[in-house]
């Protein structure tokens, strides 16, 4: 048993991709997981079974995590369930890519709610339970979007910066308190969002990574439990970025 298990977290966008691989990881490590979903239904309870048979505590609750009342009631709905959260992993995303002169205020709007918005839903939901017992954690998933921009972007890149400059503040109120407030930027990782991609991009894409392949969802989810370990409770404020070099 680690230092970890037992804690309760609660993982946003948990049915698929990213978010699914991060639930998984935390429950095969002991922590008792909620999986948020908003349309997934049965890929969040699959990903719960997976948990469960592992020997772990896991159930999957719904929730637009873009909506306040909402997340109200998944983080009642968790508490309920589960107890205090202790840990809370945002990463509900969504792509409207356009360029900016075309781009519909729509497409805007809805990948600032949904994608940073949430965040801010989230943190401000669990925070004051996290004050009380002088201990938690958030991890938020940002991209290297939010670190160097991305042409046809604007607005996710905006959302995943923003998450960064969020994550930076609420680390310097709660520092004190037992808390830490991390991002992860992932690079190209191969999900269903990216799998989209025309093959010219995505070769594109492979010849900027050093490394020489694209990352996994488990690549992320292995930081991620790292960030929210008892061994990173020195690591605050920061941005960790999983990209195989791309960036750097």
Known sequence: MNASSGRVALVT????GIGRAVAIELGTRGYRVALNYQNSEAAAAEAARIIQSS???????????SRPDMVKRLTDAVTGEFGPIEVLVCNAGITRDNLLARMKDSEWDDVIRTNLNSVYYCAQAVIRGMIKARFGRIAAISSVSGLVGNAGQANYAAAKAGILGLIKSVARETASRGITANAI???????DMTSSLP???RAASLARIPVGRYGTP???AKATAFIVSD?????TGQSLTVDGGMTM
């Open 55 to 65: 020997g772990g505590a896991a159930f999957a609750v719904q929730a637009d995590v």
């Open 231 to 235: 061994e990173a409770s020195y690591i």
């Open 13 to 16: 966008g948990a049915g698929r």
């Open 218 to 220: 488990e690549d992320i």
């Open 199 to 201: 093959d010219g991009v």
């Open 185 to 191: 930027a992932p690079g190209f990782i191969e999900t």
